[in-house]
């Protein structure tokens, strides 16, 4: 069954949105700042956790590949945080410029930028919380394992859905 589309007919579907330029701005950026919304409150509050991990009493116990690997883990965490608030610096400092298209291409690589980061950050925190818990041989393997999850999901999936429902010009 063919359906109707925006400013198309039920045998020639209109492909596109029917927006200007300064629109479909204003469209991806509300679409980019509900997605740093999601990631930026779970980075900051994952990296304030982190934070307060070198003042426990367990910490001074630390052989130095867990310290090392801790601090990693915090400067990716730092890395993510300032990638995802970017984004809100970005757009404020360039308010009123009439530069939308241009604030949301960079605040998208910035929140892109951001993702990976907040990636290393969960597979170093992982990495450490799973090594000091267990001195498990298998400590990389699940970690291996986890971290496949996650390029599954926010990346493999999405890309393999863009490219199968991606209409070719």
Same mark, same amino acid.
């Given at each position: 069954?063919?359906?109707?589309?925006? =400013?198309?007919?039920?045998?020639? /579907?209109?492909?596109?949105?029917?927006?200007?330029?300064?629109?479909?701005?204003?469209?991806?950026?509300?679409?980019?700042?509900?997605?740093?919304?999601?990631?930026?409150? =779970?980075?900051?509050?994952? !990296?304030? @956790?982190?934070?307060?991990?070198? @003042?426990?009493?367990? !910490?001074?116990?630390?052989?130095?590949?867990?310290?090392?690997?801790?601090?990693?883990?915090?400067?990716?965490?730092?890395?993510?945080?300032?990638?995802?608030?970017? /984004?809100?610096?970005?757009? +404020?400092?360039? &308010?009123?410029?009439?530069?939308?298209?241009?604030?949301?291409?960079?605040? &998208?690589? *910035?929140? !892109?930028?951001?993702?990976?980061?907040?990636?290393?950050?969960?597979?170093?925190?992982?990495?450490?919380?799973?090594?000091?818990?267990?001195?498990? /041989?298998?400590?990389?393997?699940?970690? &291996? =394992?986890?971290?496949?999850?996650? *390029?599954?999901?926010?990346?493999?999936?999405?890309?393999?859905? +863009? !490219?199968?429902?991606?209409?070719? /010009?």
């Amino acid at each position: 069954m063919v359906t109707r589309h925006e =400013g198309g007919t039920a045998d020639r /579907p209109n492909r596109g949105r029917a927006e200007t330029e300064d629109e479909r701005a204003d469209r991806q950026w509300h679409e980019l700042i509900q997605e740093i919304r999601v990631t930026q409150t =779970g980075v900051q509050i994952l !990296f304030g @956790f982190l934070l307060t991990v070198v @003042f426990t009493p367990h !910490f001074q116990e630390l052989g130095a590949t867990d310290k090392n690997t801790y601090l990693v883990t915090v400067v990716c965490g730092a890395l993510a945080t300032g990638a995802l608030i970017g /984004p809100v610096a970005l757009h +404020r400092i360039v &308010s009123g410029r009439r530069i939308k298209p241009q604030a949301v291409a960079w605040a &998208s690589r *910035l929140t !892109f930028a951001g993702i990976v980061l907040l990636l290393a950050t969960l597979t170093c925190a992982l990495f450490l919380v799973l090594r000091v818990a267990g001195h498990d /041989p298998y400590v990389p393997w699940i970690v &291996s =394992g986890v971290v496949a999850w996650y *390029l599954l999901c926010w990346f493999v999936l999405p890309l393999w859905v +863009r !490219f199968r429902h991606t209409a070719t /010009p």
